[in-house]
């Protein structure tokens, strides 16, 4: 593995802590420490052999680290960020890249400027099936691609929204940022740039000021349509975190939430079922369908996002989701934000 790289954490709060694990475990990297301003997280932060920080900037003075992995509240992102870039640290941030597109071109220019690299953590491009799928759909196999579907529906319990204070409950910490930019990042990487959206936005079932259910027409460059449901206040098991097995803090079910519809055939994802006719002269709804269920596994994508985190601080890997990357991510996600409030179709 060569060198290993000195890195410690910003933030432990549920995917903080996800990050903080699978640092703790890998010989890439020495893991002395972790900041939070909680004082509750100090036991955990000894459980993994690490020192305990209340003040990040404490931390970072004393612990010569390489890089930081960050995981605070959205709007924390951009001035967290460029005060570890101003001070020569590599940073590893937490999707989305910031709150707002200005805050995240700060961030981007201020790790540009003072030569450090920035990684967002979209860490589903690291699950083996996320890049079959990907493989698949570039190669043709399913033909010219005609529309794609994304259905993502859990429950957020209520304390989910008590624990973490009010940011969850105001603008800018619901659903669109936190869920459906990660919908919005798959398909980007998935398949390809997205050039306009149409959404529609609700509250009603909670009645916070931020969102709950979000409807989202997109059209791709190419011209192929796509569209993702999305609700937060719902029982169901038709959302990533359910069927893809990532992590166990989630109850685990089966169910496909992605469809790739193309004009040779389609696929069902994540349980990878192609669906073709098996003689293309007899194509037609009255014939049968041939189905074809790929031999692929879904595999904890968090240590090879952090593992990957290591060659990018040693100079040996481009991030696989740059600041630039992320924040077309963001650009999409913001202009769902724009459409809903507005009624109006929106160009990215």
Request: charged share 25%; net charge negative; with cysteine.
């Amino acid at each position: 593995m060569g060198n290993k790289v000195r890195l410690a954490s910003i933030g432990t709060g549920m995917i903080g802590q996800v990050h903080a694990r699978a640092l703790a475990e890998m010989d890439c990297c020495e893991y002395p420490a972790i900041a939070d301003m909680d004082s509750s997280r100090k036991d955990f932060a000894e459980s993994l052999g690490a020192r305990y920080y209340s003040d990040f900037k404490e931390m970072i003075a004393r612990e010569k680290l390489d890089g930081v992995v960050i995981s605070v509240p959205n709007e924390m992102h951009a001035d967290l960020g460029s005060y570890c870039a101003e001070r020569g640290l590599h940073v590893f941030m937490e999707k989305p890249i910031a709150s707002s597109v200005e805050d995240a071109e700060r961030l981007i220019e201020s790790t540009r400027k003072n030569g450090v690299q920035l990684l967002i953590g979209h860490h589903r491009r690291f699950n083996p099936l996320i890049n079959a799928a990907k493989e698949i759909i570039a190669a043709g196999e399913l033909g010219n691609i005609l529309g794609i579907n994304m259905l993502w529906a859990m429950y957020k319990p209520s304390d989910y929204f008590q624990n973490s204070g009010e940011w969850r409950r105001r603008k800018g910490g619901g659903p669109i940022l936190i869920n459906i930019i990660h919908e919005i990042d798959n398909l980007r990487y998935m398949y390809g740039e997205i050039e306009r959206v149409y959404a529609e936005v609700n509250n009603k079932a909670r009645k916070f000021e931020v969102e709950d259910t979000i409807g989202v027409t997109l059209r791709m460059k190419d011209g192929t349509i796509a569209s993702i449901l999305l609700s937060d206040s719902v029982p169901s098991k038709w959302a990533y975190e359910q069927t893809m097995g990532e992590n166990d803090f989630f109850y685990q079910g089966k169910g496909n939430i992605y469809h790739f519809l193309g004009d040779q055939g389609s696929l069902a994802f994540p349980e990878m079922l192609k669906i073709s006719y098996e003689d293309k002269s007899r194509a037609g709804w009255q014939y049968p369908l041939k189905l074809e269920r790929l031999n692929l596994r879904s595999a904890d994508p968090y240590p090879a996002q952090m593992e990957h985190f290591c060659r990018v601080v040693r100079g040996e890997e481009t991030p696989r989701t740059s600041g630039e990357d992320a924040l077309r991510s963001l650009k999409v996600t913001m202009a769902v934000m724009d459409s809903g409030v507005n009624h109006r179709p929106v160009e990215v």
